[in-house]
């Protein structure tokens, strides 16, 4: 880069960061200048949201500085970030859905009336109506957010963090859900905050959006910087390049599936507004990766074939057979297993020991008239705690005490006890350690050499090309395309994810 | 040696804490009244429902649930069930099994009592479960309706002048086995069955899986509103035997009967160590739990000290033992951290 003349407004230099068992930042640096719009890209678990969570003092950074108008600043909590002039505009935004417009503007500085501890009012909204007018939005502020549109609920959300007198403002995903309309008028604001020289930065997946509104892109990998451009003297083919990086055909090895019969088909698959036209079949031996952006309906999919999330129309057949799967717990019976995305949430009971949610899926099978059979349970987890190494000092320890790999590997057990002939994994390495990534990615070629039929859900491109033997990638509650693992790269699957035709 | 105190303190905090009140009323009581056979033998009559009860609760608390209904089923259960002890088998006017010879009637009017109660139960599951009504709520909606239901029963009389063989059931004269109360036996029995459906059945597993995370039991295949009903149908049952227990005690059935037992029984479990978000919780605590309410309101009687402060240090022992339970909480978080 050229010599910088200019004092730049947010410095964010060699910022590292670690979680229990994850490094997920290393050494990154962003360099933001006044009345920039500056692009923030990489992946999924590329280390964008930890970076802008340690900007915003919802997490502590282990080392590194943080610079303002290069004067170096500490950031320790949301409130010190706040008043510093930094605010950042969350996917979830931080509303309160039954106070209006004005009062969520100016919740917790509410402009004071003569009276003491009452608030005036008036000057309230007059004030709030101010800056929305000035923002050139269309909106009464005396509404009750909870009766905004969306886009208009993010416009309260940016009048918030301007009437803060914001000099940087973090915008996450702000056109996830947003119409093409709404997302010309929220151009035209920031165009219109940049002129009045704040400095914002942008995190989208899509691409188009940053071509035409930002000036410079940092692209994180790994939790690592990867570069700094201008946008103008990049192109599409280079960014994604950037943003994918590593091959991980070569890390693991993959014995090509002797695909046998079909196990499990989906046709005309629907669940309105979320899911549409969704076919597919998966063959016992086979992985088949279910590729995509977040909230591409992936998830969705997943759930629907398990009988967690209603369908609306569509049939589900099983070796030929068609099926009603209207509970998990009927999926289970006919063989199915769901390794969910959230595991803490989802996949696990935290309270319990190693040995209760191992076998908490097929009680049955350790029971006799409603009891369960002691020494068989502990037979049972021992035996997989064994087999798949789950670290662990007992079978009685509760699970809330592993770390997130081995947590990992009790959530499979879990499903592996099933003997399901049907796995459905949805994320299965996400927030864990390198080491347990390659135990359960041989895991599942282990499983898929065995006959059993996998659907493997993942937002790591090298993870789906390097496990699949077929890909499918969903866009919008569709699926985008197929691509077979000989013509599949990491390219082509970001071009259909994407829209691309 | 501090986190050591703190662990024991904190691991057997209940049982202490019915240890130390024991002593100190043996002492302090005159002539030492408080440890004779006889006053043990009270003190267990005295807890028998509130235990019968608490097993309820506790299998409804497990599930994070919460039931304040039982009080009111109770009265109605009573009610019911001395009506069909006089009156013979009658549903809506009319009547199945008249005049039945008396002991033949006092079965059925615990039949009658133990059926209604569950009915009841379910309908609380199902208000639960089917239409996502907050526990809290549902069965507080539920508390007024019964208890109203019991007022009109009989014209908010209590109906009383019951046969010698049905009160027998509640433990007066004539109504012991080996000098123990039936009621006793009856909570003895129910304690260890509970315990061990807790313990060691499919559906006890199931109960602890269910509080301890919904939704990821719902994805392991347990059929989570069928858990919860479940519960609530114990819940109703237990609730209506403890009802004809109690209309046999005092040898009427009294529409006013159970005022505030859901809140002993909501005490006695969470003393025992129940956690109200669900997941944590045994029937031996609740247990301990009905025993230290059932000792210490002996024991401030035998002192003579009066209604209001025995009211007052109840409330002081519930707040102890829950604040020992938060102790113990933050104390496995911080072992969680050091083992990180």
Known sequence: MTEEAVVPALEMRHISKTFPGVRALDDVSLTVMLGEVHALLGENGAGKSTLMKILAGAHPKDTGEILLNGKPVHIDSPQSAMELGI??????????????????????REPRAKIPS???????????????DRLGVKLNVRTPVNRLSVAQQQMVEIAKATSRKSRVIVMDEPSATLTEHELASLFTLIRQLQSEGVSIVYISHRLEEVFEIANRVTILRDGRWVATEKVADLDRDQIIRYMVGRELKDIIPKAPAAVKEPALRVVH???????????????????????GLVGAGRTEVARAIFGADPIDSGRIELFGKPVRI???????????????EDRKAQGLILGMAVRENTTLANLAALSRFGFVCRAKEREAATKYVKDLRVRTPTIEQAVQNLSGGNQQKVVLAKWLFTKSKILLFDEPTRGIDVGAKTEIYQLINQLAAEGVAIIMISSELPEILGMSDRILVMHEGRIAGELSRAEATQEKIMHLATGGE | MKERILRVLTDYGIVLMLIVLVVYFTISTPNHIFIT???????????????????????????????????????YCGL?????????LHIGGVTILPNTPVPLAVLEGLLGALVVGGFIGSLNGVVITKFKVNPFIA????????????????????????????????????G????????VWVALLLVVISHFVLSRTRFGRQVYAVGGNEEASRLSGVNTNRVKLMVYIIMGVLAGLAGVLQAADVSSADPQAGLMYELNAIAAVVLGGSSLMGGRGTILGTLLGALVIGVLNNGLIMLGISDFYQQVWRGVVILFAVLLDQAKIALLARQRRVAE
Request: hydrophobic share 50%; net charge negative; aromatic share 8%.
């Open chain 2, 139 to 174: 069965t507080l909606a539920a508390m007024t309706i019964v208890r109203g239901f019991a007022f009109i029963y009989n014209n908010s009389y209590p109906i009383s002048n019951l046969p010698n063989s049905f009160d027998k059931l509640g433990g007066g004269v004539g």
């Open chain 1, 87 to 108: 605010s950042i505009i969350y996917q979830e935004f931080n509303l309160v859905p039954y106070l209006n417009a004005a009062e969520n503007i100016f919740l917790g």
């Open chain 1, 118 to 132: 009452f608030v005036d009012f008036r000057k309230m909204y007059a004030d709030a109506q101010a800056i929305i």
């Open chain 2, 80 to 88: 019911v069930a001395a009506d069909m002890v006089k009156h013979g």
């Open chain 1, 326 to 340: 209207h509970s998990p717990e009927s999926a289970i019976r006919h063989g199915i297993g769901l390794i969910t």
């Open chain 2, 176 to 183: 012991r086995f080996m000098h123990i109360p039936y009621p």
């Open chain 1, 269 to 291: 698959l629907n669940r309105t507004g979320v899911l549409h036209d969704i076919n597919l079949t998966v063959h016992c031996g086979e992985v088949l990766g279910l590729a």
């Open chain 2, 37 to 75: 056979p006889l006053n043990l033998i009270n003190i267990t009559h005295q807890i028998a429902i509130n235990t019968i009860l608490g097993i309820g609760m506790t299998f409804v608390i497990i599930t994070a649930g919460i039931d304040l209904s039982v009080g009111s089923v109770l009265a």
